[in-house]
């Protein structure tokens, strides 16, 4: 456990570590609570990234949980608009 880990608990952590930039749509937000923290670090990357949208929404689809890849590309264009992600 690290340092911070031990300074606020390690329920306050994994309750941080659960959050995703911006606004993410609700079922974006009930799929990603309900993936492990694992699952949750193999994904972000793609989320944020480059991989299609039609991809990450079949996978999420395979894990039990239907997010559209509309609502994807629509949660990745806000947060370009914000400054979150890169263009």
């Keep these: ?4 880990q031990e300074a ?15 606004t993410p ?3 974006l937000q009930a799929a990603w609570r309900a993936l492990s923290p694992e699952r949750q670090a193999a994904l972000l990357p793609h989320l944020l ?3 299609p949208a039609t991809r990450i929404e079949t996978w999420l689809e395979r894990a039990g949980h239907r997010v559209s890849a509309t609502r994807l590309k629509d949660y990745r264009r806000s ?9």
């Excluded at 606020?8 to 911006?22: F, S, V």
């Excluded at 947060?79 to 263009?87: E, N, T």
């Design 79 to 87: 947060l370009r608009q914000d400054g979150a992600i890169d263009r």
């Design 1 to 4: 456990m690290t340092t911070t």
């Design 49 to 51: 990234g480059g991989t």
């Design 25 to 27: 749509p609700q079922k």
């Design 8 to 22: 606020r608990g390690a329920p306050e952590a994994a309750q941080e570590a659960a959050t995703l930039p911006g």
